[in-house]
């Protein structure tokens, strides 16, 4: 059994790259069901219920430690390739389609709850809200909005299983509409976008070894001034100082993406590396207990999912969306930056950048999304 630190730490980062380089290696396909970052909090949660490390008071202190700081880092560092002009330079129309698809994911998101609310007690609700910020942005969001809004860390797995499982379940679904996109779009009196041409993303340079500990300084050091600056700013009941240390170091990234620090390659590496660690901190802090609500969060999920699509559809009637940006929009957001480019590609090449800057725009939203369902859904239980 572990009793200090730094082994404890080691064992974290072993797990955390174990599986993003099985995938990378294998290409298994268990990899299209349930990702790296799932297979890695469920092994490290294993781990920990075996009795591996001992949760004493230096451990303990270690995993707050990391949380608290390396959250808003991570958020900092995903923000850099949010360059907000590419994405107005789309255009109205394609905006239009993935502002629609986030309204009706909140009607979706508060339907769910209002169903399922006798059996959401207490604070059941919480992991729903999580979701909430993975679904319009990704899995850091969804870290972000547990850490806003208290949530334990225990409750952590009901929103990633859900998310892992109803998003797999919604990118077949996806794939399989291409074909009937003629049908779709004479019904919504639609014009195609696949032909559709975007400026392509900027690309960077390769990482190199300075490039890391830069990102690595500004990020920590954004982190140290977000938080001094939280302390100073009003709560509430739903806005702690984590909350407010957790925006502005988002709205400091988004500022960063807009100046040469842009230019500077491996931040997302940075970023991929130390949000599957950041998973990995919370699953050690975790165990099984309350796994046998799990059925019941899926169920949420597929509503969810349900409510979403029916609802999509008629907005996309209404205003004529056409299939291809209302599925690489729902996909932008259910499923990210990884899958949405693979989905557009499957659609029409030209719509890959569009893919990349949606998802990108999900990322920039997700918090603020997930923290705003977090509100509602608060108040709905107290009702």
């Not at 920990?48 to 880092?73: C, F, K, S, T, Y």
């Not at 998310?163 to 009196?189: E, G, K, Q």
Request: charged share 10%; glycine share 8%; aromatic share 10%.
């Amino acid at each position: 059994m572990i009793h200090t630190v730094w082994p404890y730490l080691a064992v974290m980062l072993l797990v955390a790259g174990l599986f993003p380089a099985l995938e990378r290696r294998f290409r298994w396909r268990v990899f299209e069901v349930l990702p790296p970052i799932v297979l890695t909090y469920l092994l490290v949660t294993a781990l920990a219920v075996a009795g591996l490390w001992q949760v004493n008071d230096g451990i303990r202190a270690a995993q707050g430690m990391l949380i608290e700081h390396l959250v808003p880092a991570l958020l900092f560092l995903l923000m850099i390739n949010g360059d907000l002009r590419a994405i107005f330079r789309l255009g109205p129309r394609v905006l239009a389609v993935f502002f629609s698809t986030t309204v009706v994911l909140f009607i979706a998101f508060i339907a769910t709850f209002l169903v399922f609310r006798p059996w959401l007690t207490g604070n059941a609700w919480q992991p729903l809200a999580a979701l909430s910020g993975s679904w319009v942005g990704g899995t850091a969001n969804m870290v972000a909005v547990k850490q806003a809004i208290g949530m334990p860390d225990r409750l952590l797995a009901m929103s990633l299983l859900t998310d892992a499982l109803c998003y797999s379940m919604w990118v077949v679904v996806l794939f399989s509409l291409a074909r009937l996109a003629p049908a779709f779009n004479r019904w919504t009196r639609a014009r195609s976008s696949a032909e559709m041409v975007v400026e392509e993303i900027r690309s960077h340079g390769p990482t190199t070894p300075e490039n890391v500990l830069i990102w690595l300084g500004i990020a920590l050091l954004v982190t140290a001034l977000s938080d001094w600056l939280a302390g100073h700013l009003p709560v509430s009941s739903m806005v702690s100082p984590t909350t407010w240390t957790i925006m502005l170091a988002t709205g400091f990234g988004l500022l960063a993406a807009h100046t040469p620090l842009a230019r500077f390659a491996g931040a997302s590496t940075i970023s991929s590396a130390m949000l599957i660690s950041v998973v990995a901190v919370l699953a050690s802090q975790s165990n099984f207990e309350g796994m046998a609500a799990a059925p019941l969060y899926l169920m949420c999920g597929v509503t969810i999912i349900a409510i979403h699509a029916a609802l999509l559809a008629l907005v996309a009637r209404l205003f004529h969306f056409d299939l291809y940006l209302c599925g690489i929009s729902s996909l932008a957001c259910i499923g990210g930056v990884a899958a949405t480019p693979v989905l557009a590609a499957s659609y029409a090449r030209s719509l890959v950048p569009v893919g990349i800057l949606l998802a990108l725009l999900g990322y920039i939203l997700g918090t603020g999304f997930g923290l705003l369902v977090a509100s509602v859904m608060s108040s709905l239980a107290l009702t």
